[in-house]
């Protein structure tokens, strides 16, 4: 009796340790395990604004433990320095000190995101240059930096130029920059959108508790559903894209294609279910880019969060569009260059930044030409196949593991594509064509069905949300990986 209450106590013990090869990510037990009864408690606070407050950064910081250790010391005392910072800005009546202060906080916010992420990176190339034998140092990525760093940057800009106010208590700017659905990977929230919705009055109806509900459910079958199912294929091609014939190489584009949609749009969806779930709202982060007849919709709709921040902290900061044409194109090119650079210390990533820089600007420079089209069918799926295709071929430099294996496959697919390949693909790999041909399908659905479907869902009866909740909970059991397997955006 005893041994057995001691392996349930080592056991409970286990699921509040930090564990590397387990991150406690939205698709996992352990997370729903912890969420319902956080939800429990925050029903019982939600009204109470400091009770709720202190409550909700407890849980997102042990939240970010589960997913990235002792790190979460980091993210609080970011947060403490950028908040005494945002008070000595609006404290200080002269510019060039406010300036100062302004750029004190973005040396300490990027300079932290700058060692972990990018140290590696630029000792590897100046030892390129020099030709000197370097080891890299052993750098832990902790996760979702990028993102908050970001929400920290923007935070100090708009408290410089007067579009938000500090908040009152560092606690309140912690809730904001730890608050957990979105800390590791998204969407990033502003601080001027975001803030206000702390202090106004919290009132969680059945409606939106179930309204949240049906944007987890969509985001878990995408994401352990479809994603991870589809990515066994990928993967595949991925790592050995010779192997197999061209068109088995353009299904594994196509594949990923699709797979980094699903995952991504899939933690969105789970993240804002969860915040409307706490009386929250973190905005759209995807407006189905797949749709996009040119290059310039896409980034409308893809990552909206952060081409939105790359638009307002980057592109326009650098002229946007009120210097002339060329500088228009350059801003274009060089804000995709950082966008490509935030995604990872690796060429390849700014090189795929770069060719979206590239799209933009043709896109731009034969705007007026191509305003004169006429506005057929078969001119919109040409616009939109040049899109989707220039897209698909651009996320092998997002996937591939180096410049090398990413122009392997490409060709690959030019110089052994064979249509005979078609029927025994599809024969052997029957399951993986239907969730991508449905894939394509929902993707062109009308954005009124969806929300149709949510408000029905949402006044059905308890019976059917159970069963739809048994449904989902089947799916990712029949289609599961042997592992869980993490968010892409987790390494960004």
Same mark, same amino acid.
Request: charged content about 15%; overall charge positive; glycine content about 6%.
């Given at each position: 009796m005893r041994e057995i209450f001691h392996d349930i106590l080592y056991n409970l013990s286990t699921l509040f340790q930090f564990r590397p090869d387990e991150p406690m990510i939205f698709t996992s037990g352990t997370f729903w395990l912890f969420f319902i009864v956080f939800l429990l408690l925050y029903s019982l606070l939600y009204k109470r604004k400091w009770q709720m407050i202190v409550?909700?950064?407890?849980?997102?910081?042990?939240?970010?433990?589960?997913?990235?250790?002792?790190?979460?010391?980091?993210?609080?005392? $970011?947060?403490?320095?950028?908040?005494?910072?945002?008070? !000595?800005?609006? !404290?200080?009546?002269?510019?060039?000190?406010?300036?100062?202060?302004?750029?004190?906080?973005?040396c300490l916010s990027l300079g932290i995101l700058g060692y972990f992420k990018y140290a590696n990176f630029f000792l590897i190339n100046w030892n390129a240059i020099v030709q000197q034998n370097f080891q890299p140092l052993d750098i832990v990525l902790p996760v979702g930096i990028s993102f908050y760093t970001f929400q920290s940057v923007s935070y100090i800009i708009d408290v410089y130029k007067g579009r938000v106010a500090p908040t009152r208590t560092w606690l309140e700017y912690l809730f904001y920059l730890s608050f957990f659905p979105q800390l590791v990977a998204g969407p990033i929230v502003r601080a001027d959108y975001f803030l206000p919705q702390i202090g106004r009055e919290h009132r969680v109806s059945s409606s939106a508790i179930y309204t949240g509900l049906w944007l987890v459910l969509l985001g878990i079958i995408k994401k352990a559903v479809v994603a991870d199912y589809i990515a066994q294929y990928n993967d595949l091609i991925f790592n050995s894209p010779t192997a197999y014939s061209g068109f088995e190489n353009l299904m594994g584009i196509w594949g990923y294609t699709m797979q980094i949609y699903c995952d991504f749009s899939g933690y969105s969806d789970m993240a804002i279910g969860i915040t409307i779930m706490m009386g929250f709202d973190l905005g759209k982060n995807f407006n189905y880019p797949y749709q996009s007849r040119n290059l310039t919709d896409f980034w409308r709709r893809w990552h909206i969060s952060l081409s939105s921040w790359l638009r307002d902290y980057v592109y326009i900061p650098l002229g946007g569009n009120r210097k002339g044409t060329f500088r228009t194109y350059l801003n274009n090119f060089l804000t995709m260059l950082i966008g490509g650079l935030w995604h990872g210390a690796a060429w390849k990533f700014v090189f795929w930044g770069g060719m979206h820089g590239v799209g933009l600007?043709?896109?731009?420079?034969?705007?007026?030409?191509?305003?004169?089209?006429?506005? $057929?069918?078969?001119? $919109?799926?040409?616009?939109?196949?040049? @899109?989707?295709?220039?897209?698909?071929?651009l996320w092998v430099f997002f996937r591939a593991a180096s410049f090398e294996d990413s122009w392997?496959?490409? @060709?690959?697919?030019? $110089?052994?594509?064979?249509?005979?390949?078609?029927?025994?693909?599809?024969?052997? !790999?029957?399951?993986w064509c239907i969730m991508m041909t449905l894939v394509f399908a929902v993707h062109f659905i009308p954005s009124h069905v969806y929300e149709t479907l949510s408000a029905r869902f949402s006044h059905s009866s308890w019976l059917f949300k159970l069963c739809m909740f048994i449904i989902v909970v089947q799916l990712v059991i029949q289609f599961r990986s042997e592992d869980v397997q993490p968010f892409i955006y987790f390494q960004f």
């Amino acid at each position: 009796m005893r041994e057995i209450f001691h392996d349930i106590l080592y056991n409970l013990s286990t699921l509040f340790q930090f564990r590397p090869d387990e991150p406690m990510i939205f698709t996992s037990g352990t997370f729903w395990l912890f969420f319902i009864v956080f939800l429990l408690l925050y029903s019982l606070l939600y009204k109470r604004k400091w009770q709720m407050i202190v409550f909700v950064i407890v849980f997102s910081l042990f939240f970010y433990y589960k997913s990235s250790g002792l790190f979460f010391l980091m993210l609080a005392a $970011t947060s403490f320095a950028d908040w005494l910072i945002s008070k !000595r800005i609006t !404290r200080t009546e002269k510019k060039r000190v406010k300036k100062i202060w302004v750029f004190l906080s973005l040396c300490l916010s990027l300079g932290i995101l700058g060692y972990f992420k990018y140290a590696n990176f630029f000792l590897i190339n100046w030892n390129a240059i020099v030709q000197q034998n370097f080891q890299p140092l052993d750098i832990v990525l902790p996760v979702g930096i990028s993102f908050y760093t970001f929400q920290s940057v923007s935070y100090i800009i708009d408290v410089y130029k007067g579009r938000v106010a500090p908040t009152r208590t560092w606690l309140e700017y912690l809730f904001y920059l730890s608050f957990f659905p979105q800390l590791v990977a998204g969407p990033i929230v502003r601080a001027d959108y975001f803030l206000p919705q702390i202090g106004r009055e919290h009132r969680v109806s059945s409606s939106a508790i179930y309204t949240g509900l049906w944007l987890v459910l969509l985001g878990i079958i995408k994401k352990a559903v479809v994603a991870d199912y589809i990515a066994q294929y990928n993967d595949l091609i991925f790592n050995s894209p010779t192997a197999y014939s061209g068109f088995e190489n353009l299904m594994g584009i196509w594949g990923y294609t699709m797979q980094i949609y699903c995952d991504f749009s899939g933690y969105s969806d789970m993240a804002i279910g969860i915040t409307i779930m706490m009386g929250f709202d973190l905005g759209k982060n995807f407006n189905y880019p797949y749709q996009s007849r040119n290059l310039t919709d896409f980034w409308r709709r893809w990552h909206i969060s952060l081409s939105s921040w790359l638009r307002d902290y980057v592109y326009i900061p650098l002229g946007g569009n009120r210097k002339g044409t060329f500088r228009t194109y350059l801003n274009n090119f060089l804000t995709m260059l950082i966008g490509g650079l935030w995604h990872g210390a690796a060429w390849k990533f700014v090189f795929w930044g770069g060719m979206h820089g590239v799209g933009l600007m043709i896109h731009k420079a034969a705007k007026p030409w191509l305003d004169k089209l006429p506005d $057929t069918k078969f001119i $919109t799926f040409i616009s939109w196949f040049l @899109t989707f295709s220039y897209v698909s071929f651009l996320w092998v430099f997002f996937r591939a593991a180096s410049f090398e294996d990413s122009w392997k496959l490409i @060709t690959h697919v030019f $110089t052994d594509f064979n249509p005979v390949h078609i029927i025994p693909f599809i024969q052997v !790999r029957s399951v993986w064509c239907i969730m991508m041909t449905l894939v394509f399908a929902v993707h062109f659905i009308p954005s009124h069905v969806y929300e149709t479907l949510s408000a029905r869902f949402s006044h059905s009866s308890w019976l059917f949300k159970l069963c739809m909740f048994i449904i989902v909970v089947q799916l990712v059991i029949q289609f599961r990986s042997e592992d869980v397997q993490p968010f892409i955006y987790f390494q960004f």
